[in-house]
């Protein structure tokens, strides 16, 4: 560890990040019964344990007859039929030999009934008979009980978001809510004098502020609450200000630009008047100067004020954050293995994260293309990303041909075919 002329730790991507979980994990949600409806997206706070078997009874498969598989050991045979059972309904009688019961989809076995015969291997002139035209083994076409899940079977663990799989469960053992973990709101403050809102003019020297709403649909995204949004001048005051203005209203406040070692870096200036705060140089390309700590017990982000670099520190690092905040079992995104189709070069020690996108197929190979430009203000070399190659610390040349690691930040990827 080392400290600059200007204070600034320099820190490792993998100590930043133990850091930040180990801050974060010590701060997971209360929880909260949400209906079953309204649960998509949201984290799971309870396991899932089966208090009964699924199906709970054997059911038939199929629209057809449930017959002795004795019976129909030579074909073609004719049953008499009983009766006949929708879903829904159970079986009045027995199946005893040279006898049939008509059963629907989901309907239960009857009793003495081995097997299901689909309807389209019968045919029938009288609701009184059947024609049976096959063989069929013992079982066939015939849900036994438990088939799904026993009594007893933990079906999901706490710690998982809530996709529409995880509801379906929740349905199926009779759940009409959902015990999650309640959303952390996340403040953002952007600073800088330069800065507009989308459908305002632009003066001179201005830019628009793409960056504050980047990142509150990128909190969304992680299934957390953006809370109060502001944007605030080049002033250490003003952004101390609206610190303490956000900081009673939200669990995670976000502060984007005015981090770097410029003379008119706002929240640099700032951070000496608020709680228990770090400046960090982070090994990590894009977004190496960042801060972390806490304000009156909230987590604290300082971000780079470049677009691309705010994201990519988000998502390498605030990400994991809250879903530590939410109580996730699993902090990161899935990753893939791809070839680098062109030489990258990078710097020792600094872990690297490259835009790409993945082309190819998982038969032929996966290449991970460079986006464009890697430059930190590169805003479209974000939207066309599959996800962030990853250059480890160790290398200083990546030689085309290589296979790297590739953090798949899309969630609906579907690698984009070769022409």
């Known amino acids: ?16 990040r133990a850091t930040i979980l180990a801050a974060a994990s010590s701060r997971v949600m209360p929880t909260e019964f949400v209906p079953l409806d309204d649960s998509l997206g949201r984290t799971l706070r309870e396991d899932l344990i089966a208090e009964e078997p699924n199906p709970r009874f054997a059911n038939s498969a199929m629209d057809g007859y449930a017959v002795r598989s004795a019976d129909i050991a030579s074909v073609p045979v004719s049953l008499r039929v009983l009766e006949v059972v929708p879903a829904g309904r159970v079986p009045s009688l027995a199946v005893g030999p040279g006898e049939a019961i008509k059963v629907m989809t989901g309907a239960p076995i009857p009793e003495g009934a081995d097997v299901v015969v689909p309807v389209e291997r019968t045919s029938s002139s009288s609701p009184d008979s059947v024609s049976v035209l096959v063989s069929l083994p013992i079982g066939e076409h015939v849900r036994p009980a438990g088939e799904d899940f026993g009594a007893g079977e933990k079906l999901v663990s706490s710690g998982r978001g809530i996709d529409p799989g995880v509801i379906a469960i929740l349905a199926a053992l009779g759940h009409p809510t959902a015990e999650v973990s309640l959303l952390p709101r996340v403040a ?17 020297g201005q830019i628009r502020d793409s960056n504050s709403h980047t990142i509150r649909a990128m909190i969304r995204a992680a299934g957390c609450e953006p809370g109060p949004c502001w944007r605030v001048v080049d002033d250490a005051d003003a952004v101390a200000q609206a610190v303490r203005r956000v900081v009673d209203h939200c669990e995670v406040i976000i502060t984007l630009g005015g981090i770097s070692a410029g003379d008119f870096d706002p929240v640099k200036q700032a951070l000496t008047s608020m709680g228990e705060i770090e400046l960090w140089k982070v090994a990590m390309k894009p977004g190496s100067p960042q801060a972390f700590g806490t304000v009156e017990g909230k987590l604290f982000f300082g971000l780079p004020g470049n677009p691309v670099s705010s994201a990519v520190v988000f998502e390498m690092l605030v990400r994991p954050a809250l879903y530590a905040l939410l109580g996730r079992s699993n902090l990161d995104r899935p990753s893939i293995r791809a070839m680098l189709p062109v030489e990258i070069s990078s710097i020792k020690n600094r872990r690297d994260f490259l835009r790409v996108r993945l082309t190819g197929d998982m038969t032929n190979g996966l290449l991970a293309e460079l986006t464009g430009t890697q430059s930190s203000g590169a805003l479209s070399s974000l939207t066309k990303a599959s996800g962030l190659a990853v250059i480890a610390e160790s290398v200083e040349s990546q030689r085309a041909g290589t296979i790297v690691h590739v953090i798949l930040t899309d969630s609906e990827l579907r690698p984009t075919p070769r022409i």
């Open 1 to 16: 560890m080392s400290i600059g002329a200007e204070g600034r730790r320099a820190i490792s991507f993998d100590d930043a």
């Open 188 to 204: 953002v403050i952007s600073t800088g004098d330069e800065l507009v809102s989308p459908g305002e003019d632009v003066g001179p």
